[in-house]
């Protein structure tokens, strides 16, 4: 009711209703939209209506996304930029902290320094230091005085033990070298022995091994004359079995029984051995014919592939011209369509400027009373 109340005053809401008017006026005067009772016109520009609020719609979530997105790289980067501003501050805090703080620089480093009694004086220098007083407890009556003295003295004793038992250990050392030159030289002994003996049993073996190499020379010898012997009669026997078999009758081809008795063409399979050296020459000759033949074949095979593979590329060719025929009147169509649009709606431009000057019902409204089934 409110926004009834607010639109009246409104010159936006003022024209609206005006041109929504003449749109009634119009209605009422089409027959057709009066007959029916459906204003489609109406139906129509609620869908536009509808259609553009939810492209607006649409369009400001994503200006919305877009815009929180650009906020959250913003955020990112300041965060980045924070953490290395804290980053930055805290090492120039630790590069403070290490030269103008340093262990060394702090008032209670005497008591935690490692190596503060490294520096410090010992307890006592002397009888006369002046830092020993009474309750110092560093001097005491019974004192051993000579505890130097009589230390250098063991000191000196150890050292003519130390002598001592390097001696007697460089003595051993010497009898157990003796003892080592006395085995090594009895070891020497061994091993030339060994090697003598070893030398002869190699010769032994050697000799040993000329004689059966002569043995088996002469065993060789004999058996390859056995070889010989036996080749030779095996080759004399093939000579004899060979004569035998081109002297057979059976084996040998006789040209006169191997014609056919009625068809001097054909041959008895029987008494047929092969063909004659005639005939192989022959059958060699009319080889170039045949090779002639199957030339002039692949020859006229590839002719006809030529001509086929012409008259493909022609009717390509054509179609792709019909083809484009087909699409150029298929453009000029397209371009008609277009221009007869463009002229509807220059025309449907004119009537409306033309038909909403008078609001005015014409003759034609008084004269479609009684006209019709109403």
């Not at 001097?139 to 003295?153: H, T």
């Not at 004399?236 to 081809?253: M, W």
């Not at 051995?273 to 059958?283: L, N, S, V």
Request: charged fraction near 35%; glycine fraction near 4%.
């Amino acid at each position: 009711m409110e926004r009834a109340l607010t639109d009246i005053g409104d010159p936006h809401f003022t024209r609206t209703k005006r041109v929504d008017g003449v749109a009634r006026l119009e209605r009422i005067l089409d027959a057709k939209t009066r007959t029916l009772g459906v204003d489609k016109a109406a139906l129509q520009a609620q869908v536009a209506c509808k259609v553009s609020q939810d492209s607006a719609d649409a369009e400001r979530n994503m200006l919305y996304d877009q815009m929180s997105i650009e906020l959250d790289h913003k955020l990112q980067h300041l965060e980045q930029e924070k953490r290395a501003i804290g980053k930055d501050i805290m090492e120039d805090l630790k590069q403070t902290w290490r030269t103008s703080q340093a262990k060394e620089k702090r008032l209670e480093w005497d008591l935690n320094n490692p190596d503060a009694l490294k520096h410090e004086l010992p307890g006592r220098l002397g009888d006369d230091d002046p830092r020993l007083g009474p309750s110092s407890l560093q001097k005491f009556a019974g004192e051993d005085l000579d505890a130097g003295v009589r230390k250098k003295m063991q000191l000196e004793q150890q050292c003519s033990w130390l002598e001592q038992q390097l001696g007697e250990k460089h003595a051993r050392a010497g009898a157990e070298a003796d003892v080592d030159q006395a085995w090594t030289s009895l070891v020497s002994a061994q091993v030339e022995h060994m090697k003598r003996v070893a030398d002869a049993q190699s010769q032994a073996r050697k000799e040993n091994t000329m004689h059966n190499l002569k043995c088996n020379d002469a065993v060789l010898m004999q058996t390859m004359d056995r070889k010989q012997r036996e080749e030779a009669e095996l080759a004399e026997a093939n000579q004899t079995d060979q004569f035998n078999t081109y002297n057979s009758k059976l084996l040998v081809e006789c040209p006169s029984t191997a014609l056919h008795a009625t068809n001097p063409n054909r041959r008895r399979m029987d008494h047929y051995k092969g063909m004659t050296p005639e005939e192989t020459q022959a059958t060699i000759g009319f080889w170039p014919h045949q090779h002639a033949e199957r030339e002039a074949k692949k020859e006229a095979e590839k002719q006809d592939d030529i001509a086929y593979a012409q008259y493909t590329a022609t009717i390509r060719k054509e179609l792709g011209r019909k083809a484009a025929e087909i699409e150029a009147f298929r453009a000029d169509q397209r371009k008609a369509v277009q221009h007869t649009l463009l002229k509807q709606r220059t025309e449907k431009a004119e009537r409306d400027k033309t038909g909403k000057g008078s609001l005015a019902p014409s003759q034609k409204f008084f004269d479609q009373f009684g006209t019709s089934h109403r």
